[in-house]
């Protein structure tokens, strides 16, 4: 019997039954500690007494999505941090180029899957000012409804998120409750759920109709007491609020040097709005605050999207009450050639700032077209704020910034 | 944030518990569907009017501005309305070739179409009258027609199937079973051919050597490769 | 060929099932009858001898079955409620309103794969869940249920009680430790600080109680508080209460204090690894220890198995003797069911819109439930282990309801928050419980 578990060759045979696979694949198991190819990561991945790396993702519950994150963790406290980008590319910007015009809107929409409509604006906005279109009003006024009815349904989203990440389970339950009415209602006006493809070069897809508004109506009349109920249940929460008080502080200065935009930057004091900055559309012409928040820390980046959720129940209400009549599109052939030339616009979306910036060759497609992502900014943020506090904090902090993988990784 | 420690945990304690009694969101979804709006366009079908006929008017204007060209549809013409599908993955095929052109500027070849290509049905036909177009002698049947093509074309065996009543599934099983039979173009039918693919240092070498001696040209490889007995492809 | 060889050739499968099977549980049996016929008096006088030790055996036996009902049951409730309190209906499609759900789950959790990680501790992460699962439910062995109605009434019961449940944190560390994974050596670490930081201020919340009753035996601490409501320590103690509360949740790993598992931060700490039924002991213990939090909350501080006002009235029931009836029993209980079901489903009969069948379906449903609630009835005034049955699990599975309930609304505690809760906060008050209570203690009694 012995001569029959010997290997047969210099090595050993799967097919033997005295050689166990286990035993073998016990044997490959090393410390592999990556080698560094630049000097941060050498020397992230050099170990010190005490410190091990923990491998956070790129499919763990608190990464939202194919985030992978290495933490250099001394006990609980995280040393430091290394986001590691790209399981979700996709190479939309190479595909837009291919294809034309038109065809390019529908790319963009699953970049920020949670709020599709943003991703489409930008995009739009500048083929606009590429061909010279003149949007009609009517559309204008029926874009900035369903945006600011896709900030909200992002909004309670993320919110319910940044408590999930904190251990409650409940909030984003009800987050849910509230996105899915608003997403039904934007079925009904664009006819898809989640990736809308609703924007179109000189207009949108498709008037108002009843049905639309009959659910907005409904929606409206308790979405404000709705909303703010669901916010009660964590934000005056003691567990809470003690977790997410300064914790992560970001402050004016540092949002400024990495041009961070949207809920993150206005939590730390500057009221920085593309719609009040940089005014496009019809925003000029509507009411509404830019709600500001002074501490800078997780709890202000949440408060803030609570406030910011009543600023666009504002701007949907006036919306409702001042749309004119008239086409939602412009008259526009079906193959656009734009003439040769630049252009740039930039939309607020949910997260902060999404822009796009289009070469056209005078061709039908777009000779060169770059997305700005807010998501990819927020998220280096994580590793200026993580060092320092604890593997728990880590979750709390890359909850708030709220980066979406979608768009970091295009 | 009150004064009072613990208010807040009590306030969303009460929250939930309120919730606990109130109506339920869930929907049950096999008894109860939710309402589709009108406008939904999550579904790719084809529509009726009144009279139940199809509105497609087979114009194909929605497979061109498909953007990722997942439409594709194979109609006959604006008459016969009722042959209008999009049917069987294959015709994805018919377009291809322009697709790619028109998108990337080259054409994009694709072996895995080519088995699917016509063939002159003439000796299929014959070794089917010589067999009565009887299922049973299938594998006469098989052998002779791989006689004739040199392989079995995809083509042939769905003729088979078609004149002698068998079911694809089983011309084709039979077909891949047996050992004989081959569903590819023969990569070494000619030896010489075969050495000449393999080595193509030798082959550019002897191409030469008849230059230098001023012999004629050696018969082009490609023939025999696309199945000259198959015939002229479509 | 034998003729035996044909006979079997001829046998259908399940004429050979028999054949092999029928053979040996006949001998199995006269093997069982001749063994109890030989050892039956010396296994009867072993018996007699060692009374302590055969209903030690007992009661962990039932324990053990009582511990897998009880998990079940949490765990639907959990589902139950939390997702009620989440806008959700939760299982609603096993069994009746969902009920069967969890013990579905019992059975998936037994039917998947018992995989072990390459590279982990092969014992140690066997014995894991083993440890956990017997340290959670042998602590049920001194709770008294109902009068008379307890697995062993040790005169140290207290002792014993901290002893058991701090075998779960041992069990939790051999799975964080044994698992060669990051998560889990992070979660049972962290299961290891917890535990052992909240064991101080739980025991000492008690000393107070003890100092009180003095006997650290659950049964005589139950029946010190008999009476009234008011006499439940809760009025006596309720610091200790508050702090046996918080470090009690702390103790049985549920929101807020649920680090070791969070799984926003470590996937399934402990537990990441495991899979199976080595996991499905960790998520029975973890249940069963809600309940037994719940049990041991109930009969420190609300009384126990005592009811909350004492019953008003007197009952004195007619004492039955069913063999007095004779022939009239065996009449009664055939004619019993058939009368009853005729007079229940008459009313329905005489409603036109139900047929025949349909109303003797509903006459039997309806006797059913009325016959068994007027036994229920009848056990409930005439014996007391029913009343205290009834009071200590209407109470405990209140506070199930609370834990339940507190899961659903709050988020985590952080690490530093949760230590330095247990150490400044709760330590602090427990000494300064005892402090008062001993000097309460002594100026009463002098």
């Known amino acids: ?410 | 944030m009150s004064t009072v420690p613990g208010s807040g945990i009590v306030r969303g304690m009460a929250l939930t518990f309120r919730r606990f009694f109130e109506p339920k969101a869930t929907v049950r979804y096999p008894e109860v569907r939710p309402e589709i709006a009108p406008r939904n366009r999550g579904r790719l079908q084809l529509l009726h009017d009144e009279n139940g006929h199809l509105k497609c008017e087979t114009c194909f204007q929605c497979a061109q501005a498909c953007p990722i060209e997942c439409i594709d549809m194979g109609g006959v013409d604006t008459r016969g309305r009722y042959n209008v599908h999009w049917g069987p993955a294959e015709t994805y095929g018919e377009r291809r070739e322009e697709a790619a052109l028109r998108r990337s500027g080259r054409p994009v070849p694709d072996a895995a179409f080519a088995s699917f290509a016509e063939v002159d049905l003439g000796p299929v036909s014959a070794v089917l009258v010589a067999h009565d177009h009887d299922p049973a002698h299938m594998l006469g049947i098989l052998e002779e027609t791989q006689a004739a093509y040199g392989y079995l074309p995809v083509a042939a065996l769905r003729h088979i199937s078609f004149a002698t009543g068998a079911w694809y599934a089983m011309v084709y099983g039979t077909a891949s079973y047996y050992r004989q039979f081959r569903l590819a173009p023969p990569a070494d039918g000619d030896p010489a051919l075969a050495a000449a693919d393999r080595r193509p240092s030798e082959a550019s070498f002897l191409s030469a050597l008849d230059a230098a001696l001023g012999m004629g040209p050696r018969p082009a490889p490609g023939n025999a490769r696309t199945g000259d007995a198959a015939g002229p492809r479509a | 060929m034998t003729m035996a060889a044909v006979t079997w050739q001829r046998l259908r499968p399940v004429g050979r099932l028999l054949a092999v099977l029928v053979p040996i549980l006949l001998a199995l049996g006269l093997v069982s009858v001749g063994a109890i016929i030989l050892a039956g008096p010396l296994a009867a006088g072993f018996v007699g001898d060692n009374v302590p030790l055969v209903r030690f055996v007992a009661a962990v036996t039932a324990v053990i079955l009582l511990s897998i009902p009880t998990a079940f049951i949490v765990i639907f409730l959990e589902l139950k409620v939390i997702a009620r309190m989440n806008l959700r209906i939760g299982p609603e499609r096993v069994g009746p309103y969902g009920g069967a759900m969890s013990v579905v789950h019992g059975l998936k959790v037994l039917a998947k794969e018992d995989f072990t990680p390459l590279g982990v501790d092969v014992t140690v992460f066997t014995m894991a869940p083993i440890v956990t699962f017997v340290g959670a439910i042998m602590t049920m062995l001194v709770i008294p249920f109902a009068p008379g109605l307890f697995g062993l009434d040790l005169n140290i019961g207290l002792l014993y009680l901290f002893a058991m449940s701090g075998l779960t944190v041992v069990g939790l560390l051999m799975a964080g430790w044994s698992s060669f994974n990051k998560y889990s050596l992070l979660g049972g670490l962290r299961s290891a600080a917890q535990m052992v930081s909240y064991e101080i201020p739980l025991t000492l919340s008690l000393v107070g109680i003890v100092l009180l009753a003095g006997t650290m035996s659950l049964n005589q601490l139950v029946l010190g508080q008999s009476g009234s409501f008011l006499d439940w320590n809760i009025w006596k103690q309720p610091l200790a209460f508050l702090i046996f509360f918080i470090a009690g949740t702390a103790e049985a790993n549920r929101t807020p204090f649920d680090l070791t598992e969070a799984d926003s931060e470590l996937v399934g700490g402990f537990a990441t690894e495991y899979s199976g039924m080595r996991f499905g002991f960790f998520f029975f213990a973890e249940y069963v220890n809600v309940f037994i939090v719940s049990a041991l909350l109930v009969t420190f501080f609300l009384g126990g198995w005592t009811a909350p006002i004492a019953w008003p009235f007197a009952v004195t029931m007619p004492s039955l003797d069913p063999l007095g009836l004779g022939v009239g029993l065996l009449l009664g209980i055939a004619a019993l069911p058939v009368v009853g079901t005729l007079i229940l489903a008459a009313p329905f009969w005489l409603s036109s819109k139900i047929t025949t069948l349909q109303a003797l379906v509903i006459g039997f449903i309806l006797f059913n439930v009325v016959a068994v609630g007027l036994v229920i009835g009848y056990a409930f005034v005439s014996f007391d282990w029913v009343v205290g049955l009834f009071w200590f699990f209407a109470k405990a599975y209140a506070f199930v309801f609370l834990f339940i309930w507190m899961r659903a609304t709050l988020p985590r505690v952080r690490i530093d928050q949760l230590m330095g809760f247990a150490w400044k906060w709760l330590l602090p008050a427990a000494l300064l419980n005892i402090f008062v209570t001993a000097a309460a203690i002594t100026i009463v009694s002098k």
């Not at chain 1, 496009?280 to 406030?307: K, M």
């Not at chain 1, 616009?345 to 005078?362: H, L, N």
């Not at chain 1, 060092?387 to 980066?403: C, E, H, K, R, Y």
């Open chain 1, 1 to 410: 019997m012995t001569t029959a578990h010997t290997p047969a060759g210099p090595h050993a045979s799967l097919d033997d039954p005295g050689v166990r696979i286990e035993d073998i694949l016990r044997e490959s198991i090393v410390e592999a500690v990556p080698v560094g190819r630049t000097e941060r990561q050498a020397e992230f991945y050099t170990l010190r007494d005490g410190e091990m790396l923990l491998n956070m993702g790129p499919h763990h519950p608190a990464t939202h999505g194919v985030l992978r994150v290495v933490l250099k963790i001394d006990g609980e406290r995280v040393v430091d941090i290394d986001p590691v980008l790209g399981y979700l590319h996709r190479g939309v910007e190479k595909l837009c180029e291919n294809a034309d015009y038109h065809q390019a809107i529908c790319y963009t929409d699953p970049l920020e899957y949670i709020s599709s409509l943003f991703c489409e604006w930008a995009p739009v906005m500048a083929f606009e000012k590429l061909l010279d279109v003149q949007v009609p009003r009517r559309a204008e006024y029926i874009r900035v409804m369903a945006t600011e009815l896709n900030r909200i349904a992002s909004h309670v989203l993320t919110m319910g998120f940044f408590a999930l990440d904190l251990g409650g389970i409940t909030p984003v339950l009800y987050g849910f409750i509230e996105r899915d009415e608003i997403m039904e209602m934007l079925a009904s006006l664009t006819g898809q759920k989640l990736l809308f493809n609703y924007m179109r070069i000189g207009g949108v897809n498709g008037d108002l109709n009843h049905d639309f508004l009959s659910r907005l109506g409904d929606w409206m009349s308790h979405a404000a007491r709705q909303i703010e109920a669901n916010a009660g249940l964590m934000n005056e929460n003691e567990i809470l609020v003690r977790r997410a008080r300064g914790l992560g502080v970001l402050d004016g200065d540092t949002c400024l040097r990495m041009a961070v935009t949207g809920p993150n930057i206005r939590a730390s004091g500057l009221p920085f709005d593309v719609r009040r900055s940089h005014p496009y559309s019809i925003f000029p012409e509507l009411d509404f605050d830019i709600p500001t928040r002074n501490e800078g820390d997780c709890l202000a980046r949440y408060l803030l999207r609570v406030d910011e959720v009543k600023q666009s129940l504002r701007i949907i209400d006036q919306c409702l009450h001042q749309m004119p009549d008239g086409p939602v599109m412009a008259k526009l052939p079906r193959l656009v050639r734009p003439r040769p030339g630049r252009a740039f616009a930039a939309v607020e979306g949910p997260r902060g700032m999404y822009a796009a910036y289009v070469i056209s060759d005078g061709t039908d497609q777009p000779f060169r077209m770059r997305i700005h992502d807010p998501s990819f900014v927020h998220l280096q943020l994580v590793t200026l704020l993580t060092p320092g506090n604890l593997v728990a904090d880590t979750m709390a902090i890359m909850a708030s910034l709220d980066p979406v993988m979608g768009g970091v990784d295009k």
